[in-house]
């Protein structure tokens, strides 16, 4: 009988160890069985802060296990601090924070498993083999990308920077909803601490122009990076391509002159079956081309960029002294915007993506 109650009690209290109030910690036997001691087969994604396994939990749930590769041995108490801190950010358009792993010298953050593939992989080529996006697609998932960040940035304090908007970070569930991942990692592994300030931020191509004169990152630094986003999911071309001719290169200078000669029309990816109209590319040519402007003082924020891209969303060259109070409530829209309140964006009618050989 007293080791029953022994038992009970040692369960109880693992039980509330385990159990964080937004999430779970694991312990590394947990994620070494989850993901077949991290086996190579397993791995889904590299980048800079560590490696991605696909795993099982012993419950049946899929979850991405994110390794992480340059904060070992980070401060057990420092290192769950920030986790909590990401843990409890939630929006339907953020990828969500499960649980984390802190046991010697290993940190891993385990994500839900979003298994539809990235926005680089649906513009690039990975996931071409079932189907290309359409234009109501790609609007809809930078819909959902704009509200994650105006979330991030307006309607929580302290705001969150992301600093590494790219495609590839830009998961896409079964529905076409974007999921950003990687948000608060850079203040998680130590950005701007004076140990680690040397770590180049960002991902080439996307990265704003200031970053290069002062080596700080902002909210107008993501609006830039989402700017890119926008042009690349326009065009499907990749931000930064040598193959190109010179002055093809650079996504962002080519899309300017274009747009400069009068050749808006040519600059749509070409597996878009069912091109959109005048009026629908000029408004979103117009709206990521403020993303990136060089003057970061002039770019949108996030609450705006949501109003262009809603279907009854502003005219661009209306009277600006409307903008302020529509803004304001973008940002107050994009607080209650999450997952447990939102219901669907009104999803048009028309398939997300095209089939190979259909028309």
Known sequence: MMLVTAFLLWWVYQSSLNYLGWGHWFTLRDL??????????NIIGEGGYGIVYRGQLVNGSPVAVKK???NLGQAEKEFRVEVEAIGHVRHKNLVQLLGYCAEGTQRMLVYEYVNNGNLEQWLHGAMQHKGFLTWEARIKILLGTAKA???LHEAIEPKVVHRDIKSSNILIDDEFEAKVSDFGLAKLLGAGKSHVNTR???TFGYVAPEYANTGLLNEKSDVYSFGVVFLEAITGRDPVDYGRSPNE?????WLKMMVAKRRSEEVVDPT???RPSTRELKRALLA????VDPDSNKRPRMGQVVRMLEPDGPNLHEDRRHRRHRDDTAGAEAQRDNSDTDASDNPDSKPLRTRKGRQ
């Open 32 to 41: 070494e069985l989850a993901t077949n001691h991290f086996s190579k087969d």
């Open 68 to 70: 992480l590769l340059n």
């Open 149 to 151: 960040l105006a979330y």
């Open 200 to 202: 180049v931020m960002g």
């Open 249 to 253: 290169v650079n996504l962002v200078d």
């Open 272 to 274: 878009i079956e069912a």
């Open 288 to 291: 990521a081309l403020r993303c």
